[in-house]
Nanobody
Framework: QVQPVESGGGLVQAGDSLRLSCSASGSGLSINVMAWYRQGPGKQRELVASILSGGRKNYADSVKGRFTISRANRANTMYLQMNNLKPEDTAVYYC?????????WGKGTQVTVSS
C-alpha cells in the first residue's frame, strides 16, 4: 500500500531556506489533491498549502509570500519551497494525499528554525 513519504527537513537558522519533497508514487492513481500540513510544539495540525493537479494553489496566510508549493503530476510528487524561515515555522511537516484513503498521511519531516 502506498503511503506518502516526506523528505528535506532539517535544522536551519531564521532567514534560511529549505525544500521539502513528498512522493506518493506507485499508487497507480491520477492524484488530484496534494497538501502540506504542519504541527508545531503544543499546537494543532494546520494546513500550510495545497495544490490541485490542474495547478490551483492555496496557502495559509502565515506562509504567503514565503512558501511555494509545486508538483510533478506524472510522478505524484509534491514540493514545498520554504524561504525566509522563521522560528514559528518550526514543526513537523506532513504530506497529505486524500485519495490514498487510510494511507493519506506521511510520517512527517521535522523542520526546526533557530533564531
Amino acid at each position: 500500500q502506498v503511503q506518502p513519504v516526506e523528505s528535506g527537513g532539517g535544522l536551519v537558522q531564521a532567514g534560511d531556506s529549505l525544500r521539502l519533497s513528498c512522493s506518493a508514487s506507485g499508487s497507480g492513481l491520477s492524484i488530484n489533491v496534494m497538501a502540506w500540513y504542519r504541527q508545531g510544539p503544543g499546537k494543532q495540525r494546520e494546513l500550510v498549502a495545497s495544490i490541485l493537479s490542474g495547478g490551483r494553489k492555496n496557502y495559509a496566510d502565515s506562509v504567503k509570500g514565503r512558501f511555494t508549493i509545486s508538483r510533478a503530476n506524472r510522478a505524484n510528487t509534491m514540493y514545498l519551497q520554504m524561504n525566509n524561515l522563521k522560528p514559528e515555522d518550526t514543526a513537523v511537516y506532513y504530506c497529505n494525499v486524500p485519495e490514498l484513503g487510510l494511507n493519506a498521511w506521511g510520517k512527517g519531516t521535522q523542520v526546526t528554525v533557530s533564531s
